[in-house]
């Protein structure tokens, strides 16, 4: 599992900020409405206590924070144990919270106590990150001379992460194409999902939705990029460089923790 740094989480305000507004643009839905409509659940007015974890590599200066921080953005009540670990747990519990959430070096989890609701930052993360390309309103896409390629997906590295986009694109009925340097993975998902096709780099195809989640940078090749490819990842470090995003004026949905942690939220809120 790719560690957070303190450096990683330095911008996360502006990171979410700017990424917030984006969102808005591309699928004329506000962060609360788009979560609402994926998880179909709603936030009442639970109480998130978020539990520093100091096993492992310990506790990353600025992680708990960045919760916080990115609860309150979506007007969700949260508060920072001041202990750490069981006695953290026992201090969230202690204050009435009604969802945990924290993280060691393998699972970053949510709670929900009282509906026993719980979900894995990476299948969630996936989760948001492909449903914002499938929820991308037309009118975006309606001038493009690509409008064709709407319903098609690039998936770049399939581990736990990007493996758990696949399903929200097949379940859209999305021509979908993985690549990933580990054949293995690609050979094994395409016996999963036979209607997977393996990209090669040789084709001429190009995207106008690519979805990356690998712990390298720049893996997206000027190759498969057309004016205004949106590109969603939650891959660290960045998937594509600042020059390429420039060039072909790409929509970059990108930042470290925030939007994956919603998403671990509304997925354990009360149906609606
Ligand atoms: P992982 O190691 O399970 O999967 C990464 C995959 O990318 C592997 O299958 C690897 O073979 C593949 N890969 C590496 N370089 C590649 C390249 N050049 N081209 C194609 N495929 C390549 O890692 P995991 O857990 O899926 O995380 C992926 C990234 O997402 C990490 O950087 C992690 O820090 C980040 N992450 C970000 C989150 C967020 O909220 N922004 C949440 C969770 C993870
Ligand atoms: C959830 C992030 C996204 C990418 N990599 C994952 C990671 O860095 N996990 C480790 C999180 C450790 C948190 C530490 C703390 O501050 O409570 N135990
Ligand atoms: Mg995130």
Known sequence: MALLTTNNLNKIKEDMEKNKTLIEKLTNKNLTQLYESIYNTYYKSECVGIIPITCGNGIISGFAESIF????LVNINAFITKNTDVSGYYE???KKADIVIMADDETYLSYNLKNK??????????????????????????GSK??????EVLIIGVGN??????QTFLNNNYKTYIYDIDKRKL????EQYPQLIIFDFKL??????????????????????????IISTPGIPRALSEILQKKYNINLIMEPLGLGTISMLYEVFENK
């Open 204 to 229: 001429e195809n190009k995207f106008l939705k690519i979805f990356e989640a690998t712990q390298n940078e720049n893996t997206v090749p000027e190759s498969v990029l057309l004016d205004n490819t």
């Open 117 to 142: 609701k719980m979900s894995n930052n990476q299948q969630a993360t996936a989760r948001i990150y492909s449903e914002i390309l499938i929820n991308i309103n037309e009118n975006i896409i309606k």
């Open 69 to 72: 921080y990115t609860l309150q």
């Open 92 to 94: 969230a519990i202690d």
């Open 146 to 151: 690509f409008i064709n390629l709407q319903k």
């Open 187 to 190: 050979n094994k998902l395409t």
């Open 161 to 166: 992460v990007g493996k758990h986009a696949i």
